[in-house]
């Protein structure tokens, strides 16, 4: 086991806490820690935190990476849902998602 003072860890470095929320800066890996909880509420707001997350990205996305960013988090849900045997609230999102595109004529992404 690591120590909290062992450089070699990636979260100590970055003075990383217990993941509580999907952040902006690391969201696909926010969400994966935030669905691996034992604590099924944590689970679903998760979901909810990272449907928002990738609204969020695909509305104010002015470069192909946020584009990409945003398609990462949508992969990352996709998994979860499956992972969490809810595939309905992955294509539930992804006909919202579709129809949003469209109507922001944010068709590059769909």
Known sequence: PQSPTDTNN???LLGRSKVTSVSEL???????ALIDHSDPSVADR???QMQEMINKLVEA???ASMLEKALKC???????CIKLEDPEVFNRFFGA???RCKQISRDDFI
Do not use: Q
């Not at 690391?26 to 994966?32: A, G």
């Not at 949508?74 to 979860?80: E, S, T, V, Y």
């Open 26 to 32: 690391t969201p696909v890996e926010d969400f994966n």
């Open 61 to 63: 996305a002015v470069t």
């Open 46 to 48: 998760a979901l909810e």
């Open 74 to 80: 949508l992969k990352a849900f996709r998994l979860g």
């Open 97 to 99: 998602l579709k129809k």
């Open 10 to 12: 990636i979260s100590n």
